[in-house]
């Protein structure tokens, strides 16, 4: 199984293998309140793309396919992307971002990713 959730919202046991796919450590959160087991930066978009995008939803569309080149075009992402794969068919994988927009973010992006979509 595969979610997705704000680090701000508290971890439950459901959750799984908690992954934090943002770049930037969120801000005013512990190491103890995220209550990750990575912190997958590989996966996740480049500084000059967030800055680009900036939570945007007009920009939504362009980030998207923007974003994927980036983690097609990085060695790194796609072993952490098929170690996730790997990993979900195992257990529950929990992918964690700290943006106020839910339906606009990376998180978004790469749930549909791992789910082939």
């Not at 209550?35 to 995008?53: G, I, K």
């Not at 973010?105 to 791992?114: E, G, H």
Request: glycine share 4%; hydrophobic share 35%.
């Amino acid at each position: 199984m595969l979610k997705i959730k704000r680090v701000y919202e508290a971890a439950e046991k459901g959750d799984g293998y908690r992954v934090l796919v943002d770049r930037i450590w969120p801000r005013g959160i512990t190491k103890r309140q995220a209550d990750v087991q990575e912190w997958a930066t590989a996966l996740a978009p480049s500084t000059a793309l967030r800055r680009y995008f900036g939570h945007d939803p007009k920009r939504w569309k362009d980030f998207q396919a923007k974003y994927r080149r980036e983690l097609k075009t990085n060695s790194l992402a796609t072993e952490k992307l098929q170690a996730l794969r790997e990993r979900v068919r195992l257990q529950t994988v929990t992918l964690v971002y700290s943006a106020r927009d839910e339906e606009h973010n990376q998180a978004v992006v790469l749930n549909k990713l791992l789910r082939g979509k």
